[in-house]
């Protein structure tokens, strides 16, 4: 009876760590984003220090019903100060605009950025998460903490936009972005919830959401996934080949300075033999 009770006991007491092992503050785990040591810029274009990162599919249909005609894949890396993050986007109709830049610019073809930089799936007023939306257009709008007093933020209307910056340019396919996001704290082993969607507007009326993830809309961190800061990659292939160039070229000049130097006691002796010369000729005549 006792080891009845203390098996159960263990059993119990196992059952709790297990629990506690695998209780997540937000949803899945989507594996580990890379640091990099390389130059990033911010220009929508991709920096080979994206390689350095992971990359997300955001073509998962989150829209009830929706098609899937436009896809967006999504390359996130990090910094020591801040992520970035650069998307490609696939969309055959980005013919509308916002008409008036100070109503919320989601009724566009537009993404939308949601992290929360502490993982602990909580809207905090004015604080986390982050929404951080760029259009086809440049047109970039935002907010943090869906519960709280905070309104969209537009540069159009005065807004200041002080947690990120964006840049966007067409494509032949569609639209390419780029963000850098400040974030203190970034080091290795720190979670990051997010959400990447985009909105797909066709016809001025009927959007269709993609994104990263099936079950999250925008504001709703208690329902992102996360992703956890590996290490920041030493460029180390770029340094050791410039190491090796410069090696090349050092010997390559030392090479050429004794070559030379060899030529020029050649061309000396040369030279006072013929002045010898001279001098013998001379004293012929
Ligand atoms: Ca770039
Ligand atoms: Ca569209």
Redesign the pocket.
Known sequence: MKKTLTLALCLILAALCTIGTFASPTGKDRGTVGGTSQT????????AGYDDGAKFDGSIIQEKGGKGKSTATYWVTYTKDAIWI?AEIADSTLAKKNNDEKKPSYEVDSIEIMLDTDNKGENTPDKLPLQMRIDSYNLVSARKGQKGTSLYLRKSEGGTVDFFEAQSVKTAAGFNA?YKIPVSGLAKGKQIGFNFCYNDWDNGSNRETIGTNQLATSWQAERYEFFTLGDIKVATTAAATTKAAATTAAKAAAASAAKTADVSVVVAAVATIALAGVVVCKKKH
Do not use: N, P
């Open positions: 990033m810029t911010l220009d929508a274009k991709k920096d650069y780029e």
